[in-house]
């Protein structure tokens, strides 16, 4: 059995940025550091981050008055944001700056009571915070899932219509969507391509790389994770035995029967530790060293919010408000 690993894989800027505010926040506030929904979607990190006394809520009302919050990569609503002003909590926002941007393109879209269209999941936490920064009462956000979605959609005014897509889609599904909205409305405009982030991206094609050399396909991230899924759906769209593995705890040995050449990614919330793990387990059952296979160098990292820069001055902040 041999292993190849795909590059990239694991981590990328916005993850690593949104561990490392929870990382200054729990060295800067003295008090409990409550997480509004998990940080990323992933079952280690977020046990790791319990372990260190970190919180996790759903809603705003779960946490005490004045304590400190961080809202997780996904974002959140306006709605979220104006509950924790209201609790006068001290915020401390993890929202991947890529996220953010396409938050600022529907905030504009709303000002002007301009429609917007996003494409998305349903139910994902990203979805529901960037379909929250529409509050134009005049206007609308309308969600779509597929192009089914799209044949069904009727809006007011298609003259003056905006797209924006979430993060983490899958590239082809999404081309095909946003190919029907402009057959459908043909004024629409939008992000020249979409707004799949260079992550997501990235770990597709390597994914698509990946599946011509190799006869299984290990994904490890987790269940709730959109960017992870999409990899293990585009795994078994090219044809490649795929399996998504939230760790090696996961792996049954009857997959591996007649398997000379197994593949390994990771979303981009599952850190590396899972992945030597992986690789620990196979070699105990006889696989050979790991290849790593060239791939996309990512380069991208994210600045801490203003809060974190400098940390000094936040110690200071704090002993004030302490005292
Ligand atoms: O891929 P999604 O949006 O579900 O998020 P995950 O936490 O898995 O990955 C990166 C982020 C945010
Ligand atoms: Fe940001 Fe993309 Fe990572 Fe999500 S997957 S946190 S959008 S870089």
């Not at 899932?145 to 983490?168: A, I, P, R």
């Not at 391509?193 to 987790?222: H, M, P």
Request: hydrophobic share 35%.
């Amino acid at each position: 059995m041999n292993i190849i690993l795909t590059n990239p894989r694991g981590f990328c800027a916005g993850v690593k940025r949104a561990i490392s505010i929870v990382e200054n926040a729990l060295k800067i506030y003295k008090k409990t550091i409550y997480i509004r929904h998990e940080l990323v979607h992933n079952q280690y990190v977020i046990n790791e981050l319990r372990k260190k006394g970190v919180i996790f809520v759903e809603k705003i009302s779960q946490i005490p008055d004045h304590s400190v919050v961080i809202f997780s990569a996904h974002g959140v609503s306006k709605k979220v944001v104006q509950e924790a002003i209201k609790k006068q909590l001290i915020i401390l926002n993890a929202t991947c700056p890529l996220v953010e941007k396409v938050h600022v393109e529907v905030s504009k879209s709303s000002n002007k009571g301009i429609e917007t269209i996003l494409i998305g999941h349903k139910g994902h936490p990203e979805v529901e915070g960037t379909m929250g920064q529409y509050n134009n009462k005049n206007g609308k956000i309308y969600l779509v899932e597929s192009v089914k979605d799209v044949n069904n959609l009727s809006v007011k005014n298609h003259q003056k219509l905006n797209f924006v897509t979430q993060t983490t889609l899958s590239i082809t599904n999404t081309k095909n969507i946003i190919t029907a909205l402009k057959n459908k409305f043909p004024k629409i405009s939008g992000p020249i391509k979409e707004d799949i982030c260079y992550a997501t991206i990235n770990r597709q094609i390597a994914v698509r790389k990946l599946s011509q050399v190799t006869d299984i396909i290990f994904v490890i991230g987790s269940r709730n994770s959109s960017n992870s899924n999409r990899l293990m759906e585009l795994g078994k769209e090219t044809g490649t035995y795929t399996k998504l593995i939230e760790s090696f705890l996961d792996i049954k040995e009857k997959w591996l029967k007649n398997k000379n050449y197994i593949g390994i990614t990771a979303g981009a919330s599952a850190p590396e530790i899972l992945v030597t793990e992986v690789i620990q387990h196979l070699q105990k059952l006889g696989a050979n060293k790991p290849i790593e296979m060239i791939g996309i160098k990512e380069k991208k990292i994210f600045k801490m919010p203003k809060k974190l820069l400098n940390i000094k001055t936040i110690l200071h902040d704090t002993d004030e408000k302490n005292e």
